[in-house]
């Protein structure tokens, strides 16, 4: 049984930056791709990234693009979503998610079997 936790979120004002962390105690994410989603009140689990495992490729949603980069750090067992030019409707829970597969296939939710409890961002002015 894979457990993910994601952990970094907080309140930010509209062009600040955060950075999310996605760890994974008792279980090696190296070999896995990592998707991060977020869901806004009301709102469906939109895919935001993913990155592959062993070629680093990454996928984003063109809502985030030039603004959030995905990056992993296998010595600490850690992916990160850093998120800079935050605005308001970027406010939403995320979460990390993995199918244990190495390579990313697309930001559907469908796609990732495994999740964490999520981390609350909020953007406010």
């Known amino acids: 049984q894979v457990q993910l936790e994601e952990s970094g979120g907080g309140l930010v004002q509209p062009g600040g930056s955060l950075t999310l962390s996605c760890t994974a105690p008792g279980f090696t994410l190296d070999y896995y791709e990592i998707g991060w989603f977020r869901q806004a009140p009301g709102k469906e689990r939109e895919g935001v990234s993913c990155i592959s495992s062993f070629d680093g490729v990454t996928l984003y949603a063109d809502s985030v693009k030039g603004r959030f980069t995905v990056s992993r750090d296998n010595a600490k067992n850690t992916v990160y979503l850093q998120m800079n030019g935050l605005k308001p409707e970027d406010t939403a829970v995320y979460y990390c998610?993995?199918?244990?597969?190495?390579?990313?296939?697309?930001?559907?939710?469908?796609?990732?079997?495994?999740w964490g409890q999520g981390t609350q961002v909020t953007v406010f002015a």
């Open positions: 998610a993995t199918d244990t597969l190495s390579n990313c296939r697309g930001l559907g939710s469908f796609l990732y079997h495994y």
